[in-house]
């Protein structure tokens, strides 16, 4: 998973809850990303960051928040969870933008639900 | 693991065939593609890429074609294997910093 770790792997919650996904990298990437994925969905940008303290929205921004304080640590909180946001969680990475034709790797994805 | 979609256009093929996965891309200014492959309860891989200066690109065992008249994109996996049982999706690069992915189609591949 090109030095991608995401912690932790599985979690449940309870509505209401706060809840905080970390994903970390060793491959000193500039880029990092956060993705939903749903059946019937597939891959949704949250959010992403395009170096530390550098971030911007994606398509399902709403309900997430995002720092990144260090370059190879990327966190998504969910302030008050919601059973919408039962999902798998993916963090990715890349050197740069895929605008300059640069792949993304992703990591072993967060299984999340929200009871 | 979770299944990656429970809906999935399905294609079937023999051990030893070749697969041929398509996908249909919405953005003809883009100029990057990526194939990913994803297994059950995994991220997904990368498989190979092309820009669009690129008609064709081969890997191992692998080949991307690309058709920007009609924005089609395939992935041709020579002498499919079980371990080649996955979703596979293309992803286009849709503007700065960003991939557009499709939604996918899961290989089966029989003994």
């Known amino acids: 998973d090109a030095g991608i770790t995401q912690s932790p792997r599985h979690k449940v919650t309870e509505t209401g809850t706060p809840v905080t996904l970390r994903c970390h990298q060793t491959?000193?990437?500039?880029?990092m990303y956060w993705y939903r994925q749903d059946p019937g969905h597939g891959l949704r940008l949250i959010h992403y960051s395009y170096g530390v303290k550098d971030t911007d929205k994606g398509e399902v921004s709403d309900g997430y928040s995002v720092s990144r304080s260090k370059t190879e640590d990327f966190l998504l909180t969910l302030e008050s969870a919601t059973s919408s946001q039962t999902s798998v969680y993916f963090c990715?990475?890349?050197?740069?933008?895929?605008?300059?034709?640069?792949?993304?790797?992703f990591g072993p994805g967060t299984r999340l639900t929200v009871l | 693991g979770e299944s990656v979609g429970l809906h999935l256009p399905t294609l079937s093929v023999q051990e030893g065939d070749n697969s041929i996965i398509n996908c249909a891309y919405s953005?003809?200014?883009?100029?990057?593609f990526i194939w990913y492959k994803q297994e059950s309860g995994k991220g997904p891989q990368f498989i190979i890429d092309?820009?669009?200066?690129?008609d064709k690109r081969q890997g191992q065992r692998v080949t991307v074609l690309l058709n920007k008249t009609v924005k089609h994109l395939s992935l041709q996996i020579a002498a499919t294997q079980p371990g080649d049982s996955a979703v596979y999706f293309c992803a286009e690069s849709g503007g700065y910093n960003k991939l557009i992915f499709g939604a996918g189609t899961r290989l089966a591949v029989h003994p």
């Open positions: 953005n003809s200014a883009s100029d990057y």
């Open positions: 990715a990475i890349s050197e740069s933008g895929p605008g300059r034709g640069d792949t993304q790797y």
């Open positions: 491959e000193n990437h500039r880029y």
């Open positions: 092309i820009r669009s200066n690129m």
